[in-house]
């Protein structure tokens, strides 16, 4: 599989088969993603691979809170800006509205819409789970650096025929991750992933989210 091929059939998977990952392809992956590049080389990425009986455990701690706390735990770091403005807020609520619209949840289906959203702390089925973290001193070009280095991951698992779900929302559960996974003080949680083999007959599946055309998003000087 070359790299075009891999773009164009990576998807946020949200359905996953109930088949591990053998931990030598992980180990694989990430071997070769640490290639990815970083402004004056300083790898500003940490990822903890959680597997077995340590992810069932983590995932039954997360659900076991979701019903005192549907909102989790806040987070860190603000996930989408707190005023969205256009065209971006008309993209997030669309493939919102695509998303739930394969599962056949309504709109107004509140209830419905919560128990879709707490199916990614269950990674989605995925039975090997990657969290990403990144040391507070930090800036935003190496927040730039740790999202080329997912991205290489993300990548990589489809040449390995996985598929990658990467996932902020596991940010507002980010004091239980960092306790469970012992993560230091000085490391920040970006965000979860789980991968592992897509389930083809899930309806989520099915969806192929929109790309806005090469001239909305493009300027050519000189040409």
Known sequence: ???????????????????????????????TAKRAPSGGNLQPWHVYVVSGDALVDLKAQVQARIGDHPTGEGTEYHIYPPNL?????????RIGEQMFATVGVAREDKFGRL????????????RTGLFFAIDRQMQEGQWADLGMFMQSIMLLAREHGLDTCPQEAWAIWYKTIGAFLKIPDNLMLFCGMGIGYRDPDHPMNSLRSE???????????GQ
């Open 1 to 31: 599989m070359n790299v075009s091929e891999a773009l164009e059939t990576r998807l946020t998977v949200r359905g996953f088969l109930d088949r591990p990952v053998p931990a030598d392809t992980v180990r694989s992956i990430l071997e």
């Open 85 to 93: 403005s256009e065209p971006y807020r008309t993209r997030r609520f």
């Open 115 to 126: 128990m879709q959203f707490a199916r990614n702390f269950d990674m989605f089925g995925a």
């Open 211 to 221: 790309r806005a055309p090469l001239e909305e998003f493009t300027t050519f000087v």
